[in-house]
């Protein structure tokens, strides 16, 4: 897809509509202007009228095959209608096109927050709960779970079968990696080079089967959030395959990556060139690279967005690679989907490690508004702790610190964001190596586990992490993504019921749903304020609070037990002689030192002094 690639202009097709997108609408949008893309042989030659339909403009590019119907849907009510394509030389096409009634307070559907718990899945890599859809006619890579870059089955209903389990872990919301059709020859599995963006892979299942699954989760106050990508498209997409424009895609004289230079929009020395070649370059050679600046194109993929949001009752959206959009056009989109859903969440993936950078991205950033750009996403994702978490295990703390005041610095950071409870807090995801390959033990999963279910923020696990599974980066991304045990019929046990459980893995699945599960009714974690003491001897301690609860957190790093003396506290503690261990019960005194365990943790609960 460079200056050699050229627009296919004589496709061969029918004289008909092949394609009508969005395959349809609902009335009373915020937004009443709506782009109905048209695809046939040779369309642009036809002229569009409706009778029905109020048309504001119809657009005609490149490639003859298509036509970009504008419509103004203000008062127009839910009901059948039509376009009629005229032809002075063809026969007449007439196109029907529904409107849909909204639901009852779709518009102020409630986003993910951090009073969520949010259950990352890779759904080829977790469950098959349909043999009969793990292959498909018209899809080409086939299944073979002996090959780890294949696709190995899992799907929809692997997960809508498995939703008791997730919830017992304190789950309130569930991301999956992207849904929408990947027809790549090969290694399609990941799902990030989408080939048909209305299409839930029928590999997974259907349309039909992604909105029970919303369903199903309502019924259990869970949240739907769908992984969605701006930045590229498969070269299996129809629009790649013919395109509209030239400029549909961002081309080169040859194959050019992206520089990744993802902080260069925080950068006062940027030079142009080195932008181009961030937002312009390509990931891979089989991922086109997306222009937003194409207006059709920016129009085409926010209703896409919208339509599935309104379709399938999402929560949220998580947005792949977005610093490598077009800035002010991926703004574009982010503000219209927040415009026609106040209350909806995006959470921006924004692959830096310094504060600095990840702030800019986020909604009313004081960091941004330095240059007056703001850019309507409310949440990103907090790869400074989670590069803390790693750097610190992994043994890359110099001898002159600690593991925790690695860990303490990050929160020294939090004047750069503008809500610092809407940061996505996380240990690893599918791209990384599992947090159980760098914490050594059960004693270390539990101090990051404690420390993600009580810091600020939105917690977000990585399906597998609650049995203690591992996987190297090292060793490839399929090794990130192993099959959950139990997840196929053919499996000799499931990891998803306690019998089937190993005495290893039922210590993690313990101590996981057990903080989480507590975590999920503690509001003085969701919203409470924090303070935090300077880590000694590897134990860091901090609070969190609100005027009538506090809830203190002593984690233990060191190796050897650690005698905590309360009175360096009494600035939280105030006059309070006692607390309780949430998780036991037991009394704890508040005025006597207190032995931590090596690599162990403690929650304490007691009532906020009126200090």
Do not use: C
């Not at 027809?183 to 080079?193: C, K």
């Not at 629009?239 to 520089?259: A, C, G, R």
């Not at 984690?555 to 050897?560: H, M, Y």
């Amino acid at each position: 897809m460079y200056k050699f690639i050229l627009l296919f202009l004589s496709l061969t097709l029918s004289a008909q509509v092949t394609k009508v997108e969005p395959p349809f609408w609902w009335e009373d949008m915020h937004n009443s202007s709506l782009m109905i893309t048209l695809y046939g042989d040779d369309l642009a030659h036809y002229d569009v009228k409706s009778e029905s339909l109020k048309i504001t403009d119809v657009v005609r590019l490149e490639s003859h095959n298509y036509l970009f119907v504008y419509v103004d849907l203000a008062n127009t009510n839910s009901g059948e209608y039509s376009l009629t394509l005229q032809h002075k030389t063809k026969k007449t096409i007439t196109v029907s096109y529904t409107l849909k009634e909204r639901e009852v307070g779709s518009r102020l559907r409630e986003g993910y927050n951090s009073s969520d718990f949010i259950y990352l899945i890779m759904p080829d890599r977790f469950a098959n709960g349909d043999i009969l859809n793990d292959a498909h006619p018209e899809l080409s890579d086939k299944p073979n779970r002996a090959d780890p870059w294949a696709r190995h089955g899992g799907d929809l209903q692997g997960i809508i079968d498995h939703l008791d389990y997730i919830e017992s872990l304190g789950v309130t919301a569930i991301w999956n990696t992207p849904v929408v059709e990947d027809n790549d020859p090969e290694g399609s599995y990941h799902m990030y080079a989408a080939s048909d963006v209305y299409q839930i892979d029928r590999r997974f299942g259907t349309n039909q089967i992604y909105k029970k699954l919303a369903v199903e989760m309502r019924k259990r106050n869970m949240k739907l959030i769908m992984d969605y990508v701006v930045n590229h498209w498969s070269l299996e997409h129809y629009m790649i395959k013919d395109l509209p424009s030239t400029d549909w895609i961002n081309q080169w004289d040859s194959f050019t990556p992206s520089n990744h230079a993802k902080e260069i929009f925080t950068d006062p020395y940027a030079a142009e060139v080195d932008i181009k070649g961030m937002v312009n370059g390509w990931f891979v050679k089989t991922m086109p690279d997306l222009n937003q600046k194409q207006p059709q194109l920016l129009k085409y993929l926010t209703q896409n967005a919208i339509w599935w949001i309104e379709y399938a009752d999402l929560s949220g959206l998580r947005v792949d690679t977005y610093p490598y959009n077009s800035r002010d056009e991926v703004t574009k989109w982010s503000k219209a989907i927040m415009d026609e859903y106040p209350n909806f969440s995006i959470v921006a993936e924004s692959w830096v490690m310094n504060p600095v950078h990840l702030s800019y991205w986020q909604k009313d950033s004081p960091v941004a508004a330095l240059s007056g750009f703001n850019s309507h996403v409310t949440h990103v994702k907090d790869f400074a702790l989670y590069a803390a978490v790693h750097e610190a295990y992994n043994g890359q703390t110099p001898w002159w610190d600690q593991k925790m005041n690695k860990i303490y610095k990050v929160f020294q950071n939090d004047f750069l964001y503008d809500n610092p409870n809407n940061l996505m807090v996380f240990l690893e995801n599918h791209d990384t190596t599992r947090i159980n390959e760098i914490t050594a033990d059960i004693g270390d999963f539990k101090i990051v586990t404690t420390l993600m279910a009580t810091v600020r923020g939105v917690p977000q696990t990585y399906y597998g992490t609650e049995i203690g599974m591992q996987g190297l980066k090292e060793n490839g991304d399929a090794d990130l993504r192993r099959d959950f045990p139990g997840g196929w019929q053919e499996d000799k046990r499931s990891a998803f019921t306690e019998s089937g459980r190993t005495e290893s893995e039922k210590m993690y699945y313990d101590f996981t749903s057990q903080v989480f599960n507590w975590r999920k009714n503690e509001p003085v974690i969701h919203y409470g304020n924090t303070m935090h003491y300077s880590p000694k001897n590897e134990v860091y301690t901090y609070f969190r609070f609100t005027k009538d609860k506090t809830i203190m957190v002593v984690l233990n790093a060191n190796k050897e037990a650690q005698t905590l003396d309360f009175s360096r506290f009494v600035e939280r503690i105030g006059s309070v002689k006692s607390g309780k261990d949430v998780f036991t019960e037991t009394e704890i005194s508040l005025t006597k030192p207190l032995t931590i365990s090596a690599k162990s943790i403690k929650i304490i609960s007691f009532k906020t002094p009126q200090i």
